[in-house]
């Protein structure tokens, strides 16, 4: 770096020099503070792993982290009953402890619950397809995400049939 500078020095006018080394100074930090988010990220997710855990050996939760997007899934046979969108106690117990784990760690974060359906065709005078069935069962566990103290600006619901 020295021997670079050196050479720059012979070949750039002093105030060009100094204009990248006062850009040089900003980029680095820059990235200094960008580094310090992605480690408080990090430290975030590990949190809230240690929070779930319970949850997760249970087997009633899975974590998992991609592209920096963190992923958590609930067995839907815990959560529900085939065919049905009512939440089962077990499964009502672990959206509270979700949505409490949720709120004390990431409550500035905005979640998305994606509802889904059972393997098998449904066409009942309530759930006419599938689709209705992921419908209803997401927003039951929006809605039982915002009962046991989520924020409701920072949660919605999607579906999937």
Known sequence: MLVLLAFLAGCVPQEDLQALQEENARLLMRVSKLDAIVEK???????????????????????????????????????FSKGSAELSADGRDAVQQLAR??????????????????????????????WY??????????????????PRTHVSAATYS
């Open 133 to 150: 069935l992921g419908s209803a069962r997401g927003i039951v566990v929006t809605e039982a995400m915002i009962a046991a103290g989520f």
């Open 41 to 79: 990220e990090r430290q975030q997710v590990k949190d809230l792993q240690t929070d779930l855990a319970p949850l997760v050996s249970k087997g009633l939760l899975t974590v998992d982290v991609k592209d920096g997007r963190v992923t958590l899934s609930m067995r839907s046979d815990v959560l």
């Open 101 to 130: 784990a949720l709120s004390s760690r990431a409550p500035d974060r905005d979640f998305q619950v994606e509802g889904h359906t059972d393997n098998d065709p449904i066409n009942t005078a309530t759930f006419p397809s599938n």
